[in-house]
């Protein structure tokens, strides 16, 4: 399985970016797959998820400004990220899942998402 990300950037606060995921080895909607992020000094959190049913679940701080998708023809994971604050500053990753239990062992290299105010 291969993850990998693309789509980061350095934008000003307010602006927009969407971040991609080309997956190999792997079937979008199999299982569980999602967008995580890292900022320096700070533990991984999760940003936004398809669960294996393909609901979508997101952190309270992007609700209503993130919205993933998924083109299954591509096998590709979409973030669209819009009304970006300095606070969302991290490395993005994203994730699949190897089984219902939404668990992630496979996850890309991450691209970075800078935002200035």
């Known amino acids: 399985v291969q993850l990998v990300e693309s789509g980061g950037g350095s934008v000003q606060s307010g602006g927009s970016l969407r971040l991609s995921c080309v997956v190999s080895g792997y079937t979008l909607s199999t299982y569980c797959m999602g967008w995580f992020r890292q900022a320096p000094g700070k533990e991984r959190e999760g940003v936004a998820l398809f669960n294996s049913g393909g609901k979508t679940a997101y952190a309270d701080s992007v609700k209503g400004r993130f919205a993933i998708s998924q083109d299954n023809a591509k096998n590709t994971l979409f973030l669209q990220m819009n009304s970006l604050k300095p606070e969302d500053t991290a490395m993005y990753y994203c994730?699949?899942?190897?089984?219902?239990?939404?668990?992630?062992?496979?996850w890309g290299q991450g691209t970075q998402v800078t935002v200035s105010s």
């Open positions: 994730a699949a899942s190897s089984n219902q239990s939404c668990l992630f062992p496979y």
